[in-house]
């Protein structure tokens, strides 16, 4: 293992999007992403590629607006309510069918809320990323390597479907250090036959747009755009079953809040209680399937998550209420203990004694 | 024998403007400067929100439809990720003077190597007649019934004097497309401001004088009287910033 390096998550990350190919970032300074693009205003100029502190996040956005329609990679980073600014560029990339990359290293919101690690963005994240019907693929790395690792695997699934691909890290996820091997060999090279580059007078001009004033149009856009929807909820879900063999009650958590309640798990299991965990890596498509079938087997499902309850929503839809959930959670930027984690699966083993 | 033909960077498709409105001479104009130019395939256009927005159905060339005011921005990220090719972009008042002023301005300020056509009707043509940044005090429109009370919302926003303050934009024209006299001097502009992106030289905002009878409620030649009498006077024509020829703020 003499190829891993220690390095900061921000900065993994960003090391990787340069290794997936991308040339091109857009940012406005937030904490706590500001890693990322203090990484890339270094990196960029010296291997030819484009760093651009932009006047604002909207322009921002809107600038990856540009470079995704000249078909290139690209990428921008926030921290929560740049993202809530990035919005409407968002729904505009979904509507004209643009690949792009958008870091959200979460803080405690609403409003200008905190600058602490937070999960509070699930819903903009997963439901409400922009007006309009689309989705977004969203990953949500627990470590320094997944925060590296989803981040080609970002640029990947944004080709190949056409769509935004989001990124959903925290503060902790973005400051710590750990070791982490970047090797992808040559970036996936995609087909953009639809970039506008210049006809060159060899074809007839492309547009790109998301103006489609004929109902019965944008009604037909809209229905191939959630086919595509649906082959990535049928193809690339992931998720990592911890414990689940034997397991009579299920914790369900993503990024740092799973890793805290893997160690509660451990701490359970020496007092002889059954528990395991699924921790969904895409937040959408959400993995439901394997949620479900744990529901036959396990008595509760604990969420676990930094918010006032927001994935819940889907740990039940995903279950269909077939078995009780319960919140266990934090919220401003406050991280739950493994202590608390530890009382809330003890609360629940005692359950029906 | 003189032939007068259809730009071929113009597509052949009927306009969806009104009688008498000027964005017909101001496409034709861009579309004639790129054939002159030959960049047709190497162009790259941005269409704003507005009266314009189905401009990419009217230029022959790659296209791109923006969200409001984000314009400069879009073809800012075109521009960078293929600084080959030539990126101007078509914005309104609305679009390019209110909701995207920091597009425009930190644009401006970048230099960015991009061409702004800028049609400045002073009224919100495509929903239906309201206030616009550049709507003149007095001026009636749909949001402005009694007329444009300078002392309740303030007064015009003057975009060539404004961005003429700034070390960066290279080149900042107003023109007017009302006359015969007035649209060869509007095309001597559009093609300064393309030639000045071929040349790299950077930023380069012609802003059109243009009418909009529709919307003024008047006839289309009154309107273009409108714009000799009202418009003109309010912002008057010429060279605001020509960096190359060592131009810096002013008018005339």
Same mark, same amino acid.
């Given at each position: 293992?003499?190829?891993?390096?220690?390095?900061?998550?921000?900065?993994?990350?960003?090391?990787?999007?340069?290794?997936?190919?991308?040339?091109?970032?857009?940012?406005?300074?937030?904490?706590?992403?500001?890693?990322?693009?203090?990484?890339?205003?270094?990196?960029?100029?010296?291997?030819?590629?484009?760093?651009?502190?932009?006047?604002?996040?909207?322009?921002?956005?809107?600038?990856?607006?540009?470079?995704?329609?000249?078909?290139?990679?690209?990428?921008?980073?926030?921290?929560?309510?740049?993202?809530?600014?990035?919005?409407?560029?968002?729904?505009?990339?979904?509507?004209?069918?643009?690949?792009?990359?958008?870091?959200?290293?979460?803080?405690?919101?609403?409003?200008?809320?905190?600058?602490?690690?937070?999960?509070?963005? @699930?819903?903009?994240?997963?439901?409400?990323?922009?007006?309009?019907?689309?989705?977004?693929?969203?990953?949500?790395?627990?470590?320094?390597?997944?925060?590296?690792?989803?981040?080609?695997?970002?640029? =990947?699934?944004?080709?190949?479907?056409?769509?935004?691909?989001?990124?959903?890290?925290?503060?902790?996820?973005?400051?710590?250090?750990?070791?982490?091997?970047?090797? @992808?060999?040559?970036?996936?090279?995609?087909?953009?036959?639809?970039?506008?580059?210049?006809?060159?007078?060899?074809?007839?001009?492309?547009?790109?747009?998301?103006?489609?004033?004929?109902?019965?149009?944008?009604?037909?856009?809209?229905?191939?755009?959630?086919?595509?929807?649906?082959?990535?909820?049928?193809?690339?879900?992931?998720?990592?079953?911890?414990?689940?063999?034997?397991?009579?009650?299920?914790?369900?958590?993503?990024?740092?809040?799973?890793?805290?309640?893997?160690?509660? !798990?451990?701490?359970?299991?020496?007092?002889?209680?059954?528990?395991?965990?699924?921790?969904?890596?895409?937040?959408? &498509?959400?993995?439901?399937?394997?949620?479900?079938?744990?529901? =036959?087997?396990?008595?509760?499902?604990?969420?676990?998550?930094?918010?006032?309850?927001?994935?819940?929503?889907?740990?039940?839809?995903?279950?269909?209420?077939?078995? &009780?959930? +319960?919140?266990?959670?934090?919220?401003?930027?406050?991280?739950?203990?493994?202590?608390?984690?530890?009382?809330?699966?003890?609360?629940?083993?005692?359950?029906?004694? | 024998?003189?032939?007068? =033909?259809?730009?071929?960077?113009?597509?052949?498709?009927?306009?969806?403007?009104?009688?008498?409105?000027?964005?017909?001479?101001?496409?034709?104009?861009?579309?004639?400067?790129?054939?002159?130019?030959?960049?047709?395939?190497?162009?790259?256009?941005?269409?704003?929100?507005?009266?314009?927005?189905?401009? @990419?159905?009217?230029?022959?060339? =790659?296209?791109?439809?923006?969200?409001?005011?984000?314009?400069?921005?879009?073809?800012?990220?075109?521009?960078?990720?293929?600084?080959?090719?030539?990126?101007?972009?078509?914005?309104?008042?609305?679009?390019?003077?209110?909701?995207?002023?920091?597009?425009?301005?930190?644009?401006?300020?970048?230099?960015?190597? !991009?061409?702004? !056509?800028?049609?400045?009707?002073?009224?919100?043509?495509?929903?239906? /007649?309201?206030?616009?940044?550049?709507?003149?005090?007095?001026?009636?429109?749909? +949001?402005?019934?009694?007329?444009?009370?300078?002392?309740?919302?303030?007064?015009?926003?003057?975009?060539?004097?404004?961005?003429?303050?700034?070390?960066?934009?290279?080149?900042?024209?107003?023109?007017?497309?009302?006359?015969?006299?007035?649209?060869?001097?509007?095309?001597?502009?559009?093609?300064?401001?393309?030639?000045?992106?071929?040349?790299?030289?950077?930023?380069?905002?012609?802003?059109?004088?243009?009418?909009?009878? +529709?919307?003024? /409620?008047?006839?289309?030649?009154?309107?273009?009287?409108?714009?000799?009498?009202?418009?003109?006077? @309010?912002?008057?024509?010429?060279?605001?910033?020509?960096?190359?020829?060592?131009?810096?703020?002013?008018?005339?």
């Amino acid at each position: 293992m003499t190829d891993k390096v220690l390095m900061k998550g921000n900065e993994a990350l960003a090391e990787a999007a340069i290794m997936a190919g991308c040339r091109h970032y857009f940012g406005y300074p937030i904490t706590p992403q500001t890693e990322v693009a203090a990484y890339l205003a270094k990196r960029m100029p010296k291997i030819g590629g484009t760093f651009l502190q932009a006047e604002s996040e909207i322009a921002a956005i809107n600038m990856v607006y540009g470079v995704a329609a000249a078909g290139l990679r690209v990428l921008t980073s926030s921290s929560s309510p740049g993202i809530a600014l990035k919005s409407e560029g968002l729904s505009y990339l979904a509507g004209a069918d643009l690949p792009a990359v958008i870091i959200n290293v979460q803080r405690g919101g609403p409003g200008l809320g905190g600058i602490q690690p937070s999960q509070s963005d @699930y819903f903009q994240a997963t439901k409400a990323g922009g007006h309009g019907d689309f989705r977004m693929i969203v990953l949500a790395p627990n470590s320094v390597q997944e925060m590296a690792d989803l981040t080609v695997k970002a640029f =990947d699934l944004a080709d190949q479907y056409r769509m935004t691909a989001m990124i959903l890290a925290d503060g902790t996820m973005g400051q710590m250090m750990e070791p982490v091997s970047l090797n @992808y060999g040559e970036p996936k090279k995609i087909e953009k036959p639809w970039a506008v580059t210049g006809t060159k007078c060899l074809r007839k001009h492309n547009v790109v747009n998301s103006l489609f004033l004929v109902p019965d149009e944008l009604e037909q856009f809209n229905f191939a755009r959630y086919e595509r929807y649906k082959q990535i909820e049928e193809n690339e879900v992931m998720y990592e079953e911890y414990m689940m063999d034997d397991a009579e009650i299920c914790i369900v958590a993503f990024g740092i809040a799973a890793r805290v309640s893997k160690n509660a !798990i451990s701490e359970a299991r020496k007092q002889g209680i059954k528990v395991g965990m699924i921790r969904p890596i895409t937040l959408w &498509p959400f993995p439901k399937a394997p949620m479900l079938k744990a529901a =036959d087997k396990v008595k509760e499902f604990i969420c676990v998550e930094m918010s006032m309850g927001q994935m819940i929503e889907d740990v039940e839809l995903a279950v269909r209420c077939k078995k &009780p959930v +319960t919140l266990c959670n934090r919220v401003g930027g406050m991280i739950p203990s493994p202590e608390q984690v530890l009382a809330s699966i003890v609360e629940a083993s005692k359950k029906g004694e | 024998m003189i032939v007068f =033909d259809k730009p071929k960077s113009l597509a052949d498709v009927s306009m969806h403007y009104c009688p008498g409105c000027t964005h017909g001479i101001v496409h034709r104009l861009v579309a004639e400067v790129i054939d002159e130019l030959g960049i047709e395939g190497i162009t790259v256009g941005v269409a704003p929100v507005g009266c314009s927005v189905m401009a @990419y159905n009217y230029f022959n060339c =790659d296209m791109v439809e923006a969200a409001h005011g984000r314009a400069p921005a879009v073809a800012t990220g075109l521009k960078r990720a293929n600084p080959d090719s030539i990126v101007f972009t078509y914005q309104g008042d609305g679009d390019l003077a209110s909701i995207g002023t920091a597009e425009t301005v930190h644009s401006a300020a970048r230099n960015e190597n !991009i061409t702004i !056509i800028f049609i400045n009707n002073a009224i919100y043509g495509m929903t239906g /007649g309201q206030m616009a940044p550049t709507s003149l005090p007095g001026q009636v429109t749909q +949001t402005s019934p009694y007329g444009r009370d300078t002392s309740h919302c303030g007064f015009p926003v003057k975009v060539c004097e404004m961005l003429s303050q700034l070390d960066g934009p290279e080149y900042l024209e107003r023109v007017a497309v009302n006359s015969v006299k007035n649209v060869r001097n509007a095309k001597k502009a559009i093609r300064k401001a393309f030639e000045n992106q071929i040349a790299g030289k950077g930023f380069s905002l012609v802003e059109v004088i243009s009418s909009c009878p +529709t919307n003024w /409620g008047m006839t289309p030649q009154k309107a273009l009287e409108w714009i000799d009498e009202k418009m003109i006077p @309010y912002y008057p024509l010429g060279v605001y910033k020509d960096r190359s020829a060592n131009k810096e703020g002013g008018n005339g």
